[in-house]
């Protein structure tokens, strides 16, 4: 079992950039898919952008194709959400979660993860 920690988050004006890491701790890291998910204020909390176990597919939410760019470093135990173009609809808590898994099709439901970060904030404004 993987514990998940976020980091990266703040506040940035519309347009600007943010990169928000999520460190793993244990060593099976490598065998965990991995997801993003946010949750902005009286809205249910929804999937943002997923990656397989060793990084070869991605997979994202319309809203963010072409803006968000998930990666992972399986050496440091860590993913990323590199974040472009933000609008204020991005705001939100992010959160990231994992999924042991090896298999090459991508989850993109709460209920299929089942370990979580605590959730780091991003915010937007105009």
């Known amino acids: 079992q993987v514990q998940l920690v976020e980091s990266g988050g703040g506040s940035v004006q519309a347009g600007g950039s943010l990169r928000l890491s999520c460190a793993a701790s244990?060593?099976?890291?490598?065998?965990?898919?991995m997801g993003w998910f946010r949750q902005a204020p009286g809205k249910e909390r929804e999937f943002v952008a997923a990656i397989s176990w060793n990084g070869l597919y991605t997979k994202y939410t319309d809203s963010v194709k072409g803006r968000f760019t998930i990666s992972r470093d399986n050496a440091k135990n860590t993913m990323y959400l590199q974040m472009n173009s933000l609008k204020p609809e991005d705001t939100a808590v992010y959160y990231c979660a994992g999924r042991n898994s090896v298999s090459y099709y991508l989850r993109d439901a709460e209920s299929d993860f089942g370990t979580w970060g605590q959730g780091t904030q991003v915010t937007v404004s105009s």
């Open positions: 244990g060593r099976t890291f490598s065998t965990y898919s």
